[in-house]
């Protein structure tokens, strides 16, 4: 059964340079607050990558939060056919509208889809959250490459 995410829609529209030790180099970006995404909702960002704005996703699953390009790993394209739509299954799996590729929230990894999709990685976008703000870092992407260049 499929369920129609609540959802909120939301922009980079912040920058700075983290202040942290131990924390990413590159210029994060605030996507969000940790109070606009209920469990179960998601936003759309963009993120400079590579000299593109990318699209790409936040999610709270379960009251973590997570972030992946919005990009299937079956076709290079949006998952979102409605706008803004990842969760499925009562916002237990993320889906591509396309050709129900499902995917798991926490991991991206693809559980079930089209020939040669699964066990492949979405592709994770690292985040920090900093008192209730959630900050995205442009990864440092190959798209053509495997999971571990995108897995924490
Ligand atoms: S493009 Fe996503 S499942 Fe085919």
Redesign the pocket.
Known sequence: MRRRSQRHQTGSVASERPKQRGKPSGTRYIVARTADLRPGESAKFLLPIRGTDEECFLINYRGQFHAYLNR?R??P?A?DWIDNQFFAEEGRYLM?Q????YYEPDTGECIA??AG?CGKYLYRVPLEIVDGVVYATPPDPDFAGDRDKWQP
């Open positions: 299937c079956h076709i394209i998952m591509c396309t050709h129900n590729a889809g089209p999709t």
